[in-house]
């Protein structure tokens, strides 16, 4: 099952449990808590909430925050919980790209790679998906097609680094 189908399964069972617990009662949010943050400020999260304080928080409306917190791709998991009048958005941020190594790249140098992998919206300090792995080796094969090296062959592998960060690391077998 693809990342996208299993991330709407799970999307679709929280959001049953948690439309089925708050909407036998749903309740006036009189403060909303975010937990969970390690780079992304307070404030962005909340600009993308559809709710503010002092609205009724029902079923649809907080399927709506799950739903608006995953599309903004910052997040790999959100969970919504009540205490009392607070409303807690709970949240696991995706690590961000925090350094790119290409190696064993003779025939095409890296300067003439970046913009490749810019293309796939892979540069550090961005948000980093698992799923753009597969992407990456495709699309810099796809370049050294392009220039007559069809025998090349690119590995990538992510490792974690401190504080919420991966590396990548791309080797060329031309």
């Known amino acids: 099952m693809s990342l ?6 799970i999307l679709a069972i929280g959001s049953f449990f948690i439309s089925s617990a ?7 949010v009189r403060h909303i808590r975010v937990e969970g943050l ?3 400020a307070t404030s ?29 791709g910052f997040f790999y998991d959100v969970q919504l919980a009540q205490r009392g009048s607070e409303l807690i958005v709970r949240v696991k941020e995706r ?3 925090g350094l ?7 025939a ?3 300067k003439k790679l970046k913009p490749v992998l810019k293309s796939l919206n892979i540069v550090e300090g961005q948000v980093y998906d698992p799923t753009k792995i597969n ?7 796809a370049q050294y097609g392009k220039l007559g090296y069809h025998a090349a062959v690119v590995t990538a592998r992510a490792a974690k680094e401190p504080r919420n960060r991966v590396a990548l690391y791309i080797n060329v077998n031309e």
């Open 22 to 28: 708050f909407a036998a009662n749903g309740f006036v």
């Open 44 to 72: 962005t999260v909340r600009s993308y909430l559809p709710i503010h304080e002092g609205q009724r928080l029902t079923a649809s409306k907080s399927n709506a925050i799950i739903a608006a917190l995953y599309k903004t």
């Open 4 to 9: 996208i189908k299993r991330l709407f399964v």
């Open 95 to 97: 690590p961000t790209i």
């Open 108 to 110: 095409i140098p890296t």
């Open 135 to 141: 992407e990456i080796t495709q699309g810099l094969q």
């Open 100 to 106: 790119i190594r290409i190696s064993g790249n003779k």
């Open 38 to 40: 390690q780079r992304i």
